[in-house]
């Protein structure tokens, strides 16, 4: 079953149980697959490798949103939004931790030759690629910065 099926069976169980929070994220979530689905060249098909960047970049809106509504003073609709991030969070693969993280990017580091600063841009591109579903982006950034610097 793709990514995009598991979604719209989670969507009528969240419905059944009355998951007002998590109706509204898959909701959310089937909107904007919808959307790549239909856009130009998608041939109305959507991978699974597609869905996870999609998913991952609602995530990080859905922090990102809650960051700023925690400065504005406004904790219940940062509060909103981490519910909705915590709904579509188990969609995304497991999330490497910092330990494995930094393991995995100095494996990297060794493969592709970097070794300063200036090998950042190599090391990120291929880090991203690799990585890009158990890392957010930020996080692959500083800790290359660790390694490199």
């Not at 060794?110 to 591109?125: I, Q, S």
């Amino acid at each position: 079953m793709s990514l995009f099926d598991q979604i719209s069976n989670d969507i009528k169980e969240a419905m059944k149980a009355h998951d007002k929070v998590r109706l509204e994220a898959l909701r959310n979530v089937k909107k904007v697959l919808l959307e790549a689905k239909t856009a130009p060249g998608a041939n109305d098909e959507v991978s699974d490798e597609t869905a996870l960047k999609l998913i991952q970049k609602l995530v990080k809106q859905g922090r990102d949103s809650a960051r700023i509504y925690t400065e504005q003073n406004r904790p219940d609709l940062a509060e909103e939004e981490l519910a909705q991030v915590r709904a579509i969070e188990p969609y995304l693969p497991a999330q490497l931790s910092e330990a494995e993280l930094e393991a995995a990017l100095r494996a990297i580091a060794a493969e592709v030759g970097a070794t300063t600063l200036k090998d950042m841009g190599k090391l990120m591109g291929t880090a991203t690629k690799r990585l890009g579903g158990q890392a957010e982006g930020s996080a692959i950034a500083a800790c290359v910065k660790k390694i490199l610097g």
